[in-house]
């Protein structure tokens, strides 16, 4: 158990191992992001949304975004998580009641990893280690996570404005059948071709 703060805010907050039962794994990747979350809570007084009530748009697909979807309930399927494979540790939260937003953008002086672990890490992922190394880049990896978990999330992240629009609202639609293939194919994204609905995957036949 991490005592991340005593701030009433932080009450409700998942623990980081559920984000960790929900990802597989527990890594670096994973704790930055249970930090963002943390710092967004604070900064815009966010809560779990069940809904659509909070939005995030990432700017990386990377461990980060399975802590975001566990801890803010930001999920790839209810249209309030938006992925830019963009390489880039940066998160906006948005708050649709009250239109408040922030980006948090990873501090490059705290991305500075320890250099023992930076010159283990492709041989323990290319499977060039031996087992002595990969037992030594575990420990680091584990003292580095605990690290990650136990810093104020403001020495992490700089906070900066979301530049980002914010998305509609996700749109439900009607099905209707596709024309070519005869399964069924949400109305929105059916164009109509002389007529009839044609689904995309047929229409990229
Ligand atoms: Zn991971
Ligand atoms: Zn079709």
Redesign the pocket.
Known sequence: MIIISDKAYNINMKDFNEAVAF?G?T?G??AMGYKACELAIEKLGLSFSEDEEVVCITETDS?TVDAIQVVLGCTAGKGNLFINNWGKNAFSFYRRDNDTSIRLVANPEFMNVNPEMAELRPKVFSGAATQEEIDRFHTLSHMWIDEILNMPAEKMYLVKEATEPLPGHARIYNNVTCSVCGEQVAEGLAPVIDGKHVCIPCLRK
């Open positions: 990802h794994h890594c990747g994973l461990c």
